[in-house]
T-cell receptor, first 114, second 109 residues
């Protein structure tokens, strides 16, 4: 199947700093990617839909100024957590779909804000 | 928007027994229903999926059934093995998916 690579897999940052997470589709072009957040022992919650060349579409309750999404090319979407605080600590995971069929997930990023 | 409910939240079975996880969805327009297996700290792995024009699909020990009228779909795992132990999520939609809350399956040897 298609490969989606997410980097970094783990990051620890200080409160108040910003963290960028990258999501790359390695062997296909993804005009649309999705960003999810997962709390421990909880389900995946869709945060936003990342659209190549246009603004991301955020789900209700997700602060767009807090979670900046950029989808500058057909193979790369980035999520930047700005002015991170301990409550932003979570598992962030991206996905990309190919041809309207199954979604392919990145490895996920464990963010810890101290 | 779509709402997906999943039951049970935990399931413990003896090795060799069958396991069944059930999900319901709310949006009758949904037409793609994947099931994922997620191990701790790892990405969800697609194990089987079904489209709305199909009522049942099987892949070795795993099967999924879909009842569009009732808006529910189920995952069936037969001859369970300890390595089947994980969290299983149902979802509705491809790409922009709505996930169920997950079922923690424990297979006791």
């Amino acid at each position: 199947g298609a490969v989606v690579s997410q980097h970094p897999s783990r990051v620890i940052c200080k409160s108040g700093t910003s963290v960028k997470i990258e999501c790359r589709s390695l062997d296909f072009q993804a005009t649309t990617m999705f960003w999810y957040r997962q709390f421990p022992k909880k389900s995946l919650m869709l945060m936003a839909t990342s659209n190549e060349g246009s603004k991301a579409t955020y789900e209700q309750g997700v602060e767009k100024d807090k979670f900046l999404i950029n989808h500058a090319s057909l193979t790369l979407s980035t999520l930047t957590v700005t002015s991170a605080h301990p409550e932003d600590s979570s598992f962030y995971i991206c996905s990309a779909e190919q041809g309207g069929t199954e979604a392919f997930f990145g490895q996920g990023t464990r963010l810890t804000v101290v | 928007g779509e709402n997906v409910e999943q039951h049970p939240s935990t399931l413990s079975v003896q090795e060799g027994d069958s396991a069944v996880i059930k999900c319901t969805y709310s949006d009758s327009a949904s037409n793609y229903f994947p099931w994922y297996k997620q191990e701790l700290g790892k990405r969800p792995q697609l194990i089987i999926d079904i489209r709305s024009n199909v009522g049942e699909k099987k892949d070795q020990r795993i099967a999924v059934t879909l009842n569009k009228t009732a808006k529910h779909f189920s995952l069936h795992i037969t001859e369970t093995q300890p390595e089947d132990s994980a969290v299983y999520f149902c979802a509705a939609g491809a790409g922009k998916s709505t996930f169920g809350d997950g079922t923690t399956l424990t297979v006791k040897p």
